[in-house]
Structure formats: C-alpha cells, structure tokens
C-alpha cells in the first residue's frame, strides 16, 4: 500500500515536518495549454486584442500565482524563490497557447507546486483576457515536466525536452 506523506497514521491531512531535511537547489518545469478559437488566437497573436497584451499579463500572473502558492495550497511550505520564468507560446498547429514555467528555489522541499500554480495560473489569466470574444477558451494539460533535486533526484517526463539543455 501506498503511504502518503501528508497523512498522519489516522489518515487525516498535515503539513510534512522537513525541519531535518538539508538545503539543497531544487527546480521545477511545469507546462499547460489554453484552447482558443483560431481568431483568437490569431489576435493574442499578433497582439491585436482589445484588452491588450494578453501574454504579457499572463506572464506576470503567473509569476505572481507561483509567489501565492503557499497561501493557495492548504499544505505547501512557504518557499524562498530563487526565480520563477513563464513564457507563452502560440501554437497554430494545435490551436492554442503553450505555457511553460520554471522555478528555482534553495529549500527543504520541492518547488514543484510552484511552478505548476505559475502555468495554471498564467493560463487563467489569459483565458480572463480572451473570455468577452472567446467562451470556448479553455485550459488543458497541466503537468509537471521535470523536477530536480532533494531525496528523489530527477523526473522528467517522457517526451519533454528541457529548454535549458537542448541542443547542448
């Protein structure tokens, strides 16, 4: 049977006690996709959208969602970030925007939440950019890509290429 680490032996929640786990550099690659119309996406695009520059909000949101995660999710540790980067993407081949976040941190524990709150939350905010000309607009597929660092090492999903290694 599978132990869950943020059970206590009653099977209720808690928050995992790291206090003796050591310091170690950690990062985390998370991805998402947001569905849009191929006007819309034409327009977020090109940069043509009433509203404005849609990815460059989405961006900062999702900057600004990896900074909040441990107030948004109940069993986070507070981290100290390094550095949290969100690019977006238009894909016209598959009709939507693809979102990709990484962040950095030196801590007890992963920073993998972080990264996937970025790409979720990058991918709201561009579907509240989109949402008056586009009620399709959707968010697709957010996952973790890659995670490095502390007791497990290294995952990397089957598929992903990390930007900061291809073609070295």
Do not use: N, W
């Not at 310091?23 to 849009?36: K, M, P, W």
């Not at 979102?99 to 561009?126: D, K, N, P, S």
């Not at 399709?136 to 502390?150: I, P, S, Y």
């Amino acid at each position: 049977m599978t132990r869950f680490s943020h059970l206590d032996s009653q099977g209720r929640a808690r928050m995992v006690d790291v206090g003796d786990k050591p310091v170690t550099a950690r990062r985390a690659v998370a991805s998402a996709f947001v569905v849009l119309a191929p006007e819309t996406l034409r327009a977020v695009a090109e940069g043509t959208l009433a509203k404005g520059d849609a990815l460059g909000v989405a961006r900062l949101a999702g900057i600004g969602g990896a900074k909040q995660t441990a107030a948004l999710i109940p069993l986070c540790h507070p981290l100290p970030l390094d550095q949290v980067a969100v690019s977006l993407r238009a894909d016209g081949e598959k009709g939507g925007v693809r979102i990709l976040a990484e962040a950095r941190t030196h801590a007890r524990t992963g920073v993998e939440m972080e990264a996937l709150t970025a790409a979720a939350v990058a991918g709201l905010a561009l579907i509240d950019m989109v949402k008056s000309g586009d009620r399709t607009a959707h968010l697709r597929h957010v996952r973790l890509e890659l995670k490095e660092g502390g007791k497990s090492g290294r995952y990397v999903r089957e598929g992903f290429e990390d930007p900061r290694t291809e073609g070295s």
